[in-house]
């Protein structure tokens, strides 16, 4: 005994990189967002004044069927070994994530709840060279005085 079934197959399309219609000076995204998410899914990315930081924006994310990752471009001028990455919670406290550098983004993973997020730019320490390389001047101008002293004792 045969006889027909119909199944019916819904599905659902999945997006897995969002990116920011924020660009930097090069035109490319600021931030990339990936994760799963459904179709029409967007990132909502605006500007912070947060001073003495080298970038910082709320955001809205959507929501993701799976754990995401933040892609953010690396600030002109900033190394990575010179960032800190602070990511605002929904309570409003700013932590502090370990971020990674993938060709021009760094790459972090995103924890939920998240609303913002500032990079901290703080160049290494100059002070210690700037010692050094007065003391080398110093030790030159030394050892030229001390030779120029003992051609003239020479001449006499």
């Known amino acids: 005994v045969t006889r027909d079934v119909t199944f019916h197959i819904v599905t659902t399309d999945h997006v897995y990189t969002l990116e920011s219609a924020e660009k930097d000076a090069s035109g490319q995204s600021v931030l990339l967002l990936q994760g799963q998410f459904r179709a029409g899914a967007a990132i909502t990315v605006n500007p912070l004044a947060e001073e003495g930081y080298a970038a910082a924006w709320s955001l809205i994310l959507p929501d993701s069927l799976s754990p995401m990752k933040l892609r953010c471009r690396l600030p002109q001028g900033c190394a990575v070994e010179d960032t800190e990455v602070q990511l605002r919670l929904t309570d409003g406290s700013w932590q502090a994530v370990e971020a990674h550098q993938q060709g021009s983004y760094l790459v972090m993973d995103l924890p939920s709840g998240v609303t913002g997020l500032r990079i901290l730019h703080t160049p290494q320490d100059l ?25 003239k004792k020479h001449k006499k």
Request: aromatic share 4%; net charge positive; glycine share 8%.
């Open 127 to 151: 002070l210690p060279y700037l010692i050094a390389g007065g003391a080398l001047v110093l030790v030159l101008i030394a050892a030229v005085v001390m030779v120029i002293c003992i051609k």
